[in-house]
Nanobody
């Protein structure tokens, strides 16, 4: 299985971006699809996840600003990011995981996409 994130770019504080994660197999076949981010010098941070029943969960730092959804026809999971802040600047990537917030027995990730939020 392969995953590829796209949609990153540069935006100002308060702006919005929508990231896409295309998966080579139907995302509903997998237990959890998570979005993660990593800023330079920082550890990986879980951002959100979506379950096969379309329920979702978010980290405290993005709850109320980000939302994740799925299109099973397009084998794609999305991350809509609103009210962006400079601290959201990071490389974002998606992964197939066994549970939302770890510990992870399964972590299949794809290439990331860079999001830069200017102040």
């Amino acid at each position: 299985v392969q995953l590829q994130a796209s949609g990153g770019g540069v935006t100002e504080t308060g702006g919005s971006l929508r990231l896409s994660c295309v998966i080579s197999k139907a995302p509903s076949d997998y237990h959890v699809i998570g979005w993660f981010r990593q800023a330079p010098g920082n550890e990986r941070e879980g951002v959100s996840c979506i379950y096969p029943d379309d329920s979702t969960d978010y980290s405290g730092s993005v709850k109320g600003r980000f939302s994740t959804s799925r299109d099973n026809v397009k084998n794609t999971v999305y991350l809509q990011m609103n009210s962006l802040k400079p601290e959201d600047t990071a490389i974002y990537y998606c992964a197939i995981v066994n549970r939302c917030w770890g510990p992870y027995d399964k972590f299949i990730r794809g290439r990331g996409t860079l999001v830069t939020v200017s102040s």
